[in-house]
């Protein structure tokens, strides 16, 4: 928790300078309600989060006298609130096994390293793990995979680079059956540049899982890049639209003033949110823990 405190410090400091004086003249009024709001926006947290904190806040305590530390206090307490209801780790339930796991994002986003989390992640359970190199698009995309997966000790299915990951995912599922394999984790194209061919794409590798698993995928993971912001958030839109979404990882919450970010997204769409990327090594993915978070945010 150490590096998580660490690694939420900018944005915890942006939000204590925003809310920093606000209570000066004491009294939880409309005026300082709307100035409170305001912090809340402008650190990330969305108008929809900011308006319901506001509107608690009001609730609890409109007319009362509050000091900083109180406020902080009972900022926490409602980014908690919002929290709670999405935080859900990722688990290994499926019957039969594999439980195919797909993971959406666009490029950049982390979704790379965020698979060699996982996969090392579910080994330490002891989980068998194996990834399917469903990004045939991108030039390095299949390298990349491939060497986080040696450096997991994970197998990795691949095909060429164009080919149709479609016939990859197929593969890699007969494999995962056929070695009693848990977790089966697919990369796929992030090119939402050109929606409606990744559209397709995603939807012949659904037709594919389905006709082998009707439950697969049963997880569809979006990864989204804390320090885009509230573009992060319309990526959600997008992604839901392309692709279907069970659950979110965000990542780069170190070091990154954006953090608010997870509030936003917790209040705005109810998503699980299943873990977050606090770095680059395979170490770096942490349970999302939403006391521990709503306390270091604010
Ligand atoms: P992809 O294109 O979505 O597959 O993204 P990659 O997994 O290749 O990651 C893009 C860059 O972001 C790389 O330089 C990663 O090291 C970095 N990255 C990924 N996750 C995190 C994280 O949680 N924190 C930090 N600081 N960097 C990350």
Same mark, same amino acid.
């Given at each position: 928790s150490e590096r998580l405190l660490g690694g939420f410090r900018k944005t915890s400091d942006r939000l204590a300078t925003n809310l920093t004086g606000i209570t000066a003249g004491?009294?939880?009024?409309?005026?300082?309600l709307d100035d409170i709001e305001d912090a809340l926006i402008v650190?990330?947290?969305?108008?929809?989060?900011?308006?319901?904190?506001r509107s608690k806040l009001a609730d609890k305590r409109f007319g009362a006298t509050i000091t900083q530390t109180e406020l902080k206090e009972a900022v926490a307490e409602e980014i908690a609130e919002i929290l709670r209801p999405v935080a859900k780790p990722l688990e290994i339930t499926a019957f039969p096994r594999p439980q195919v796991i797909l993971v959406i994002g666009v490029n950049g986003s982390g979704k790379t390293t965020t698979i060699a989390k996982l996969a090392h992640l579910f080994m330490e359970d002891d989980y068998g793990v194996l990834l399917a190199a469903g990004d045939t698009f991108r030039a390095a995309a299949i390298g990349q995979l491939a060497t986080w997966a040696e450096r997991a000790g994970v197998d990795i299915v691949r095909g060429p680079e164009g080919g149709d990951p479609a016939s990859i995912v197929y593969d890699a599922v007969k494999q995962a059956t056929d070695t009693g394999i848990d977790a089966l984790i697919v990369d796929t194209a992030g090119?939402?540049? #050109?929606?409606?061919?990744l559209m397709d794409e995603l939807a012949?590798?659904?037709? +594919?899982? &389905?006709?082998?698993n009707p439950d697969a995928p049963h997880d569809v993971?979006?990864?989204?890049?804390?320090? #885009?912001g509230q573009?992060?958030?319309?990526?959600?839109?997008?992604?839901?639209? +392309?692709? &279907?979404?069970?659950?979110?990882?965000?990542?780069?919450?170190?070091?990154?003033?954006?953090?608010g970010v997870l509030v936003a997204a917790a209040e705005q769409y109810g998503l699980p949110i299943h873990a977050i990327g606090v770095g680059e090594t395979m170490?770096?993915?942490r349970p999302f823990d939403p006391d521990l978070v709503a306390r270091v945010i604010a």
């Open positions: 004491g009294r939880l009024d409309e005026a300082t650190s990330d947290l969305g108008p929809s989060a900011a308006a319901r904190i090119r939402l540049q #050109n929606k409606r061919e012949k590798i659904r037709r +594919v899982l &389905g006709r082998l993971v979006l990864v989204l890049d804390a320090t #885009n573009n992060a958030l319309s990526q959600i839109d997008v992604f839901k639209e +392309v692709a &279907g979404v069970t659950g979110l990882i965000m990542t780069k919450l170190d070091g990154t003033a954006r953090g170490e770096d993915l």
